[in-house]
């Protein structure tokens, strides 16, 4: 038992060593594609939008392959939503070679990644990652998505715009950058905008199962509308328990909300009317739109959502870019990174999450978010 | 010289530090011959800061015979109060290295008085109880800083809980936002600086083992009625264990923060304190060098096993059980025995 076991363990490390080889050899192959790496969590608690990107970038790089032209050699890590691995990715892709980088899709690892390729001079377009420390102060990181801050004021001058409510809740999760971050700039937006914000609640990381405390608050204190910062996950308790309250003020969600329609076991019922900004809409009649989330639906059997949007549209902008500045896959990443740190800001860009985006030299970008309401299962836009 | 080399524990602390500098002397000669890959070369200070708490983790269990399943925390504390002190100097100290140095003592001071702290109720208790409240104490250190605020301007410190009240002025810098850790950290953390750490602590530490001190601390783990039947301070003894690991973890935090450019405290969770225990088991309770090279080998070998792509963590527990089971056969022990002359004699001993 003890030799087979010996044996085994022998086997499993020869193979672990040649894996090692293995995946670093073909770094010197073709100079006719460039090296598009990323890093994301594929596994662990936040593994759903690491394989959204994946899978979405996967799919533009086959079309884009497939059209002939300009060609994309597409390699994704793991970094499980951990700044420490996820720089242990980004080097791993740096041995193998990569050229031009699509970040990391979370905030925090995508902001010690963003240190990583500043220094290295590798340009990234991050997918999702939307904290601002992700761009400031660096020269050659964009986002795809908005900043979080942007998010919160947007939603305010919505609300205030469209006269929905003057009486507003908000719930949201202080241990959380991205809750927070869209918080701030929710609460200072609304207070020049007019709005009274009547109740301000909060949870935690294992505190956010019973909600009850929260919505009893922002019902006593009259809100007509409640603003949740927050993922899908924590948003749709909130639903569920508001419903059993009796409570139905207007609900308002960010773009974390995008995915509660398809959560397992939630009653979509409850989600009728909720309001959410967010640039991507699955159901849209755009025929790009349409197309991509047909063949996702085909590979992956499921409904993309707005990371999955994003990550299609960078690899889509990089094309354009590299197209419009005249590179070729034989230049170096420094040299890439000088070509598209000028021809990000002068272009504009037709995408699925939304037409004409354009970016400022800082990194961010600039598109119209579009409001959705949720109608009979779907999302609808309101214009 | 020869007399010393006889003695067994100064042999094996010898072959502890030689095997360390060794190590640093082939890892550097590679790097600097520019034949190492970027995704070593961006391990070698985590694989330091590692190592450290694998060393200081195994004081308090290897040798003081206590189960904590909260060392994270004390690494927690060392990064957050390091790296703010590193921020807060920035200009005071603009030598680099002597800044890094200073962070990491500050990093240990504090982790050190917070493991004081922690240490006057939980050293009360035994076995599994102590390691519940360890477990516990962890928690509330990261929910701590996820709810800190520090800010600096040109009045000094601000400090608030819960939410910014620091209302800093305009020169200021918010240096720790609760949940959002710290950021757009210099990162000043050098290979070297790790070396150095590890050997400062295996001096500590071994000294300590070899000291009246070790030998009590050492008597307490494996008898503590008998200890105290001879006047040996059960609480002042594993306090100094305790305070010395709870130190040591501290700089390390410091060490490994400083080499990213941003921390969150939710990184030093429950999960970091049994990777460290699990670095310490898996090196052999009270081996040093076990601890090392289980530090630094656990450290790599996920990133060593990314050509499995999806089947990674898997194959990566499969290796671990392996591993374990193996360094654990009897048949092999007989071999390495036979292998290595004059280990024989220390195979009695465990």
């Keep these: ?383 | 010289m020869k007399k010393l080399w006889k003695n067994k524990t100064t042999r094996k602390s010898f072959v502890t530090y030689a095997f360390v500098v060794l190590a640093y002397v082939i890892l550097q000669s590679i790097a600097a011959g520019g034949g190492m890959k970027s995704s070593l070369k961006g391990m070698l200070v985590p694989i330091c800061a590692y190592v450290v708490m694998a060393i200081s983790l195994n004081l308090v269990v290897g040798i003081s015979g206590e189960l904590s399943l909260g060392h994270a925390g004390f690494m927690s504390v060392g990064a957050f109060t390091g790296v703010t002190a590193a921020i807060a100097l920035q200009n005071a100290i603009p030598n680099a290295p002597l800044r890094l140095v200073v962070a990491m003592v500050v990093g240990a001071v504090f982790a050190g008085i917070v493991g004081f702290l922690i240490g006057i109720p939980v050293l009360r208790l035994k076995g599994d109880y102590l390691a519940i409240v360890t477990l516990a104490f962890g928690e509330i250190i990261k929910s701590i800083f996820n709810n800190l605020y520090v800010g600096m301007d040109g009045k000094g410190l601000h400090i608030s809980l819960l939410e910014d009240k620091t209302h800093l002025m305009e020169d200021g810098r918010l240096i720790i936002a609760g949940p959002m850790g710290i950021g757009g950290i210099q990162k000043i953390a050098t290979f070297t600086a790790g070396f150095i750490l590890i050997l400062v602590c295996l001096f500590v530490i071994f000294n300590l083992v070899n000291s009246r001190s070790g030998r009590a601390i050492m008597a307490i783990r494996d008898n503590r009625i008998a200890a105290e039947s001879v006047g040996i301070s059960v609480t002042k003894y594993k306090m100094m264990a305790f305070v010395i690991s709870a130190a040591m973890a501290g700089a390390a935090g410091t060490l490994f923060a400083l080499n990213y450019s941003t921390v969150v405290a939710n990184k030093f969770d429950f999960n970091t304190s049994i990777l460290v225990l699990v670095f310490v088991v898996f090196g052999g309770l009270g081996n040093m060098l076990g601890s090392i090279i289980a530090a630094a080998v656990l450290t790599v070998l996920p990133e060593a096993l990314r050509g499995f792509a999806t089947y990674r963590m898997l194959i990566y527990a499969i290796v671990l059980v392996l591993v374990m089971l193996a360094t654990n056969s009897p048949r092999l022990k007989a071999l390495l025995a036979r292998l290595v002359p004059g280990r024989k004699e220390e195979g009695t001993d465990g």
């Design chain 1, 1 to 383: 038992m003890k030799k087979i076991l010996c044996i085994l363990l022998a086997v499993v490390m020869v193979i672990g060593l040649l894996a090692g080889c293995g995946s670093s050899a073909p770094a010197t192959s073709s100079a006719t594609a460039y090296k598009l790496g990323g890093t994301g969590p594929l596994t662990g608690v936040a593994a759903i939008y690491g394989n959204a990107v994946k899978n979405a970038a996967e799919i533009a790089v086959e079309e884009i392959n497939a059209m002939g032209g300009l060609q994309f050699d597409l390699r994704f890590e793991d970094d499980t939503h951990d700044a420490e691995k996820a720089v242990n990715a980004y080097n791993t892709l740096k041995d193998w070679g990569m050229q031009i980088s699509l970040g990391s899709v979370t905030s925090k690892p995508c902001e010690a990644t963003s240190a990583e390729t500043y220094a290295d001079r590798i340009f990234a377009l991050t997918p999702s990652a939307s904290s601002v420390a992700v761009v400031s102060g660096k020269d050659n990181q964009f986002q795809m998505c908005f900043t979080d801050p942007s998010q919160g004021s947007l939603s305010a001058e919505f609300i205030a715009d469209r006269g929905l409510a003057s009486k507003v809740a908000v719930i949201w999760k202080n241990d959380d950058v991205y809750s927070k971050g869209i918080y701030e700039t929710f609460v200072a937006a609304a207070s020049e905008m007019g709005l009274e914000v009547v109740s301000d609640t909060t949870f935690a990381d294992g505190n956010d199962k019973d909600f009850s405390v929260q919505i009893a608050d922002a019902q006593s204190n009259g809100a007509e509308l409640v603003f949740l910062p927050m993922y899908y996950d924590a948003a749709s308790l909130i639903l569920t328990q508001a419903s059993t309250a009796g409570y139905s003020p207007i609900w308002f969600g960010v773009d974390g909300m995008d995915g509660i329609l398809t959560l397992e076991g939630f009653d979509t019922s409850l989600a009728e009317g909720v309001m959410l900004l967010t640039p991507f809409n699955a159901d849209s009649e755009d025929e790009k739109t349409a197309a991509f989330v047909k063949k996702y639906q085909e590979k992956f059997g499921e409904i993309p959502n707005q990371f999955a949007a994003d990550a299609y549209d960078c690899v889509y902008a990089y094309k354009k870019a590299l197209e419009a500045a005249g590179a070729n896959p034989s230049m170096s990443a420094q040299e890439l990174n000088d070509l598209m740190i000028k021809t990000f800001p002068t272009m504009s860009f037709d995408g699925v999450t939304g037409i004409g985006m354009t970016w400022s030299s800082d990194g961010t970008v600039s598109k119209r978010p579009m409001a959705n309401v949720i109608q009979n299962g779907t999302y609808v836009l309101l214009s």
